[in-house]
């Protein structure tokens, strides 16, 4: 398995906490989670879990390496899963936001279709083109 170093730190940052807080959060000791963030050493499945669960992902998102891949320079990509939160919350990957630019404050129309699924229209682009 190609465990993945960097989102740990990825992660946790996202969420505002600190080595010692997930440590705590854990019952390990901070040292672990350090050793974890820089591929010294690994978590077992039980805190992978509680890592998933805090993180608001998934246990495949925490530890797989999943290279976005694009179709023969067709605009289309997959930037791999994120979990949605109680209040109905997600967090797009770092580089969906980039190559979209998408910004803290952007107004998101979400679409719907049903048979299709959800799309997700950034307005700053929309609005401009008009």
Request: net charge neutral; with cysteine; charged share 35%.
């Amino acid at each position: 398995m190609d465990f993945q170093y960097s989102k740990l730190k990825m992660y946790r940052k996202q969420k505002g906490y600190s080595q010692e807080e997930i440590a705590e959060k854990l019952g390990v000791s901070r040292q672990a989670v350090a050793k974890w963030e820089k591929g010294e050493s690994l978590p077992d499945i039980e805190s992978c879990m509680k890592l998933a669960d805090l993180y608001d992902t998934t246990v495949d998102m925490l530890i797989r390496k999943i290279k976005e891949t694009k179709d023969l320079d067709d605009g289309k990509h997959i930037f791999g899963m994120c979990k949605m939160n109680d209040k109905g919350q997600i967090t797009l990957p770092a580089n969906c936001r980039k190559i979209f630019d998408i910004e803290p404050g952007d107004t998101i129309l979400v679409l719907g279709d049903e048979n299709k699924g959800i799309a997700l229209l950034n307005l700053k682009h929309s609005i401009e083109q008009l």
